[in-house]
């Protein structure tokens, strides 16, 4: 070869290698510690604003086939619409991972699927429920902890102590009571809401609240309702 | 060579004769005109709704949705918002409420708001191209347009454009804007809001002009290292000074003290001079009988911070005061700093003497143990006046010898639509505004060592909260036609007279609202003089008991004298009157014993009132609304009729609903009311 085309030939080759960005991406992590199971620890169920990044981590833990904790066990998190960090760990020395979350900008449940590999493998998976609440449910959410979490909910906060023990039986449900609430049409939820308990033949220690808040006011409330409800909420299917 | 012939061989074949030259022509104008319709052909938006059209012949209601999709560009045009929104050409289904369990873009419908699509368009809360018609264009950055979408996270500022006040969907940006005014951002930035009013920082930071008497130079250079080392809780921001800066700091400071009012007073006596062992154990009960910690926080064993956040946190509040200044501040704060929000009570020379030796209890050995400053000497109290100067303390502090900075900080009453090309972005980061506000709030010297902007401790959620506050601030908003901007009126009062100075001197409008004016940690006062009995009013002004059991916060027992209780009263039973509250409103013959037995009735069954008010401590255990066992002596037969009637109307943003009684139920109810008597012995006649 003639030093002219060695010349050409190594600028060709010079130039692309110039271009292309050092990638920063880190190595993929590994590890040959396996768990047999993955459980978890704290942060399900959260609520907060679309898009907005949870207050609380999720915290999963993966423990050996003794049941006690495991250290050092890959643990990957995927979601559909979440933002993940770290999208992968290795479990610290009490077998647990942390992982932030932000949810997506469409109002509803997230599903965050936190694995880690078998002995044998294949994964073995915990799936962790966050809901995001849209405009409608932020609405409810703010109407309710004025109005009706004294009475509904059973936890006391600095700012608001609990009602609950302080009733007689039958005592309302909590909001997140699926069970009994995902069988309550969104008519009887809104009627109960605006007309009392004695409306649906409940409890007259659950007031009306019609001359209290707007029509737009209570469905927001049974928006928020349906938002936390656990186990999740499912539109009726025939509602056309 | 070869390869010229060639090519000339085929530009003759086109161009070589006149019938020839006119074919190629024509062919050549054929594929032209035919570029633009093959590109809009394959358009996205087109494939969006070809999609659409495919996706909704499996619906149930799929002739409905045939019957309203209307296929072409789509447009909603504003003139007065300057809004050409093209986004609902490919978002078909915005308006298809029967499409809400799909979560597939852009086919989903839009989630409930009070705003219809017509009435605002789409880019006036997502921001974003409205006209432009490609994905790319319509949501990023490009060169031509910066704007991106907002992301959802954000969201909230969008309604801030032209809502001034707190809005039951947008906690994120309520949280935000009462941020900006409690961390003082508003004491360097100037921000006016779209409605023209300057956000009014509320945190009140103390005046220094004598600062020398309440504290040392020790412990003013251990503040100003890290404020949050002293109190978790303080707002105070961490400028990361050097050890020089900061004793230089502290030098300047004492040094440029001055005696205050209060330093002539006699003092009174120390806790020494009391009988008893364990004064340290009754100063600790009283601080609770007294219920300091409505404003005041103290971290208990646990590290959790018990008390309200008005006033200063109290946990090592032994590090820093002196027993001197403490006890004449006790006595009269006004003396000391006449703007405090603290009242002055009316405590004996024995209740200072034990609170104060509680409160010089709470301190922690290690928190000035390492701080040995040397002596101050002129160039150190130089150097001082310099850096306070220039890092604009005065801004928030009042200072011997400095004058307040104008226009220190930029102003940013229109950072949410500021240019991105005016941007420095920091290396790695996500180059959009909200990542560089909330960045900059994080961590502002990244931007820069000699930024002066001060770090404050704020947590991730508050930080979101804040830049969405900010992101309101946009062009849009200023521009905003002002029949659009809502905002209520925040009036002034202050109560005159001499009554008038005494509840300044007690400063119940640190607590009580009055008028639209003061703080929401007590009930609002307009219009007690309505809703409460004379007598009643006497003996509570006396004797402050809880109508509240379950509450921690209280109103404080001020020690007033009799004269001081009956100018106070009388002021407030004949200036906060509400209107129609003459004896027309209620027939009180009518409130008989027989309306009162129906009105137990509907007390206990119809209504369950026991559920949220207790009337019988024995057998009643609702708290959620005041107790109600002696309301009879409390409040006028009057003002409970009205309420029943209609809470919200006396007390807007009550929790009590209204349960629509009619006149008879509330005649009942007021009847029953009555008869609930405390039968209290002593008090002022």
Not at chain 2, 209 to 214: G, Q, R
Request: with cysteine; glycine share 8%.
């Amino acid at each position: 070869m003639r030093p002219l085309h060695v010349a050409w030939l190594t600028l060709l080759l010079i130039i692309p290698m110039g271009c292309t960005k050092r990638s920063n991406v880190n190595p993929p992590l590994s590890s040959n510690v396996y768990g047999a199971q993955i459980v978890q620890v704290s942060g399900d169920k959260q609520a907060a604003g679309v898009g907005s990044k949870l207050a609380d981590p999720v915290v999963v833990q993966v423990n050996g086939a003794d049941g006690n904790a495991l250290a050092g066990a890959l643990v990957s998190f995927h979601g559909d619409g979440l933002v993940l960090n770290p999208s992968e760990a290795l479990s610290d020395p009490s077998g647990q991972v942390s992982v932030s979350v932000q949810l997506g900008g469409i109002p509803g449940s997230y599903q965050l699927v936190a694995d880690t590999p078998k002995p044998g493998g294949g994964p073995t998976t915990i799936n962790v429920r966050e809901i995001a609440l849209g405009y409608q449910e932020k609405v409810g959410k703010e109407v309710s902890y004025k109005y009706c979490a004294t009475c509904h909910d059973p936890e006391s906060t600095p700012e608001r102590v609990s009602n609950l023990d302080n009733l007689t039986p039958p005592l309302p449900h909590q909001f997140t009571d699926g069970n009994t609430l995902n069988n309550m049409s969104d008519a009887d939820l809104i009627k109960v809401i605006a007309d009392g308990g004695p409306a649906l033949g409940k409890s007259p220690q659950s007031p009306a609240y019609r001359s209290t808040l707007t029509q737009a006011q209570i469905k927001a409330v049974v928006a928020y309702i349906r938002a936390v409800a656990d186990p999740p909420y499912q539109l009726p299917a025939t509602q056309h | 060579m070869s390869l010229r012939n060639q090519f000339g061989g085929v530009c003759g074949f086109f161009v070589g004769t006149a019938p020839r030259r006119f074919a190629s022509v024509s062919v050549l104008l054929a594929i032209v005109s035919a570029i633009a319709p093959t590109k809009d052909f394959f358009s996205q938006w087109r494939h969006y709704q070809k999609e659409y059209s495919h996706f909704i012949r499996t619906r149930p209601d799929a002739g409905r949705l045939q019957r309203r999709f209307e296929s072409g560009i789509h447009q909603i045009w504003i003139p007065e918002q300057r809004v050409v929104d093209r986004c609902t050409t490919c978002h078909v289904a915005l308006q298809e409420a029967s499409l809400s369990d799909v979560r597939k873009e852009p086919f989903r419908p839009h989630p409930a708001i009070p705003h219809s699509l017509t009435e605002f368009g789409c880019v006036v809360c997502h921001h974003g191209q409205g006209a432009a018609t490609t994905v790319q264009e319509a949501h990023y950055s490009t060169k031509a347009w910066e704007q991106p979408i907002l992301p959802a996270r954000y969201l909230e500022s969008s309604c801030g454009q032209c809502h001034m006040d707190a809005l039951e969907g947008t906690p994120q940006l309520n949280l935000g804007r009462r941020l900006l005014a409690r961390y003082g951002c508003a004491h360097c930035h100037a921000i006016t809001q779209p409605d023209g009013t300057l956000v009014a920082p509320v945190d009140e930071p103390p005046s220094l002009e004598h600062v020398a008497e309440k504290t040392t130079r020790e412990w003013i250079f251990a503040w100003t290292k890290n404020p949050q080392a002293y109190a978790a809780s303080a707002t105070m921001p961490n400028y990361r000074f050097s050890d020089q800066e900061a004793a230089d700091i502290a030098s300047f400071l004492v040094a440029q003290s001055t005696p205050s009012d209060n330093s002539a007073k006699e003092l009174p006596q120390s806790v020494a001079s009391l009988p008893g062992s364990d004064t340290v154990q009754e100063g600790t009960s009283l601080y609770g009988t007294l219920f300091c910690a409505s404003c005041h926080a103290i971290q208990n064993a646990a590290g959790n911070l018990v008390g309200g956040e008005m006033a200063p946190e109290l946990t090592r509040a032994g590090n820093k005061v002196n027993p001197d200044w403490l006890r004449r501040w006790l006595r009269a704060p006004q003396g000391y700093d006449p703007k405090t929000r603290m009242p002055r009570y009316r405590f004996d020379e024995k209740q200072i003497a034990l609170l104060s030796s509680f409160l010089l209890s709470k301190k922690d050995d290690d928190l000035l143990a390492n701080v040995h400053l040397p002596a101050s000497d002129a160039q150190s109290i130089a150097r001082g006046k310099k850096l306070v100067s220039d890092y604009g303390c005065v801004a928030c502090h009042r200072i011997n010898g400095v004058n307040p900075p104008e226009s220190f900080a930029p102003d940013l009453s229109r950072i949410g639509s500021k240019p991105l090309f005016q941007v420095g972005f920091l290396r790695g980061m996500p180059e959009t505004l909200p990542d560089y506000i909330a960045g900059k709030i994080h961590d502002p010297r990244a931007f820069g060592p000699a930024l002066k902007m001060p770090n404050f401790s704020l947590t991730d959620g508050q930080i979101e909260a804040l830049t969405t506050a900010l992101l309101a601030q946009t062009d849009r908003a200023v521009t905003m036609p002002p029949e659009l901007v809502r905002s209520s009126p925040h009036p002034k009062y202050h109560p005159g007279g001499d009554a008038g100075r005494l509840m300044e001197d007690l400063r119940c409008q640190s607590c009580h609202a009055i008028n639209g004016n003061g703080g929401d940690m007590a009930p609002d006062l307009t219009f007690e003089g309505s809703a409460v009995n004379r007598a009643w009013l006497l003996d509570f002004m006396k004797n402050p008991n809880t109508l509240r059991p379950a509450l921690i916060r209280r109103m404080p027992k001020f020690n007033l004298s009799d004269a001081e209780i009956k100018g106070l009263s009388d002021y407030i039973l004949s200036a906060y009157q509400a209107s129609g509250f003459d004896s027309q409103a209620l027939d009180l013959s009518t409130l008989n014993s027989e309306a009162a037995t129906r009105g137990k009735q509907l007390f206990y069954s119809k209504y369950a009132c026991q559920s949220c008010h207790i009337v019988d401590y024995k057998k009643d255990k609702g708290y959620v609304g005041p107790a109600l066992a002696g309301v009879g002596d409390r409040l006028t037969p009057v003002w409970m009729y009205r309420w029943l009637k209609n809470p919200n109307a006396l007390l807007s943003g009550t929790p009590m609903p209204n349960f629509s009684l009619s006149d008879d139920e509330a005649r009942d109810l007021t009847a029953f009311l009555t008869t609930l008597k405390e039968h209290k012995k002593g008090g002022l006649k």
